[in-house]
Structures are given as structure tokens and as C-alpha cells.
């Protein structure tokens, strides 16, 4: 036996174990935006559309850029491989409070969430000349899964409206 253990180190020497692999680092990629020019983003922040958005079905792969501070809004839905599509979103959330929707199973399984994922809900706006006229689409609310950062926009049974304003007039 002792020979033989000999003879087996002697054959594996000076090779060495394969070392554990590591994931890379995070790196920025640089995208093209729409808004705001050359743009760094780190690649586990794209959010995936599996079906795309309702008119850009093919462009599957987008960032959310918030270049007014981390949380606030609006932010820009920003396509990754293009200048365009880009969106300007808010949270409907927090513009109405009461704001509630109920979205399919196979909408659930698109996403792979249930009651309890974490989830954030943004609604497309539309910004005219004059900003405070700008309206959100509280009927296709985007869904995006926030630990899987998969998302889809969804068409509600809720009768909301498509151009619900954002500010109020005083």
C-alpha cells in the first residue's frame, strides 16, 4: 500500500487542483442613453422583459436610471442595447395611494412571484411640453420582479385610467 500511494503522488506531482472558479466582479458596462448620453450601469442591475414592453416586444433588456438620486422620481426605463426605447416612469404607488391591482397566474409564472416576492410597480408617463400636465398608465402597469429583476408590463382588469395625471393643479 505504501508503495502505491507512492506511485499515485509520483504521477500527480507538480500538477496542481484546479482552483475553485469565482465569479467576476461586477464590472460597469457603458450604455447609450436616450436622455442623458454615455451611461455606466453594472450588469446585475438589467431588468429582463421576456415578452418585451406592449409596442417592443423585441427589445428584451432595460435599466432603470434615477438621475435624481437613488429612489426618487421620475426615473428612466432606459433600454440597454439601444438609444430607444426609453420611458420615463413614476411609482403609481406613491401618486395614489389606493392604487391596488390583482395580475393573472400565467402573469405570476411569467415573473415567477407569488404574494409574498418582493416586487416594485412602475407606471409609463407621458411628459408634455408643459410638465405638470404629464399623465401616468395606470391600466399596463410594468411588474418587475426585484430579486430576479425579471419584469412585465401587464394589462389590469381594473378599470384605471390610461392618463391619470401626476400633479395636481392648484
Known sequence: LVGSEMCI???????????????????PMKIITRDFGEQEIEEDKIITFPEGIIGFENVKRYALLSPLGDGVFPM????????????VVYDPMVIY????????????????INEDSPYRCLAVAIVPEDYKKTTINLRCPIIINTNERRAAQVILTEHYEFKAPVYEEV
Open 9 to 27: 503522488r509520483d504521477r500527480y506531482k507538480g500538477l496542481s487542483f484546479r482552483k475553485e472558479r469565482r465569479s467576476t466582479p461586477n464590472l
Open 76 to 87: 428612466w426605463l432606459q433600454a440597454v442595447d439601444s438609444k430607444e426605447p426609453c420611458f
Open 97 to 112: 395611494s389606493d392604487y391596488r391591482f390583482v395580475i393573472s397566474d400565467e402573469e405570476q409564472k411569467l415573473l415567477n
